[in-house]
């Protein structure tokens, strides 16, 4: 083949992985507000039993463990994507949870501040690499499952599996900025790193992933 149709076989390649990762982006911020209303909806819960989790009622606080457990472990794997690492945050954030309780000030919704402790223990378990080394995916993805759930994107399942390629760090940063609505500054923060680190990992991740894309596109 020469080498013009070539570079621009490439070219068309790299334009397609582009695209696709632009929509995915796009979609996830055009429904990021609806899922999270959804979700607060979803997950309201009655002062007077956040009252008496923070004056130690046993039954209340097991109660906000049933409430939250889903949404603290989903969003703990997908920025760890073992499901043994997310069953460690998950009881990490809930400890947390009780030992904290009562610095709660019922400023916003329970779910907004249980997230942000879920975001801390994970985002620390990845500066500690404390991941297991099994490389073994959770079946939601091996499988295709629901994926990231953004309905109607190109080549959702292509994506997932290149989210999966990312190191922990990456992902983690692709996901609270795409995602979770994060700025640098706060993932700085909350990463104990510079604004320039979160900045660069994001590039060089979204850089990935449509190198990853346009290989996926090249082999169908």
């Known amino acids: 083949m020469p080498e013009n149709s070539r570079n621009f076989q490439n070219r068309n390649r790299l334009g397609a992985a582009r695209r696709r990762l632009t929509s995915f982006r796009d979609a996830f911020r055009s429904s990021r507000i ?19 989790a923070k004056s130690g009622d046993l039954e209340a606080l097991e109660a906000l463990y049933r409430a939250f457990e889903t949404p603290v472990y989903n969003l703990a794997l997908r920025m760890l994507r073992r499901s043994e690492d997310a069953e460690d945050v998950l009881q990490e954030t809930f400890l947390e949870v009780v030992r904290s309780i009562r610095q709660y000030r019922g ?17 620390m378990r990845i500066r ?9 995916l959770h079946e939601e993805y091996t499988q ?5 759930g953004v309905g109607g994107v190109p080549a959702r399942i292509d994506l997932e599996r ?41 590039a060089r991740a979204h850089a990935r992933l449509r190198r990853l894309l346009a290989e996926e596109g090249a082999a169908q």
């Open 34 to 52: 609806f899922v999270c209303q959804e979700m607060t909806i979803s997950l309201a819960v009655p002062d007077i039993l956040v009252a008496r």
């Open 107 to 123: 400023e916003g919704h329970l779910w907004g501040w249980v997230r942000q402790i879920t975001v801390s223990k994970t985002l």
């Open 128 to 136: 500690r690499g404390q991941l297991r080394d099994t490389e073994e």
């Open 144 to 148: 295709g499952g629901s994926g990231l």
């Open 162 to 202: 290149a989210f999966e390629r990312l190191t922990p760090t990456s992902r983690a940063v692709v996901w609270l900025h795409d995602v979770e609505g994060y700025t640098h500054e706060e993932i700085a923060e909350r990463m104990e790193r510079t604004v320039s680190f979160s900045k660069s990992q994001l």
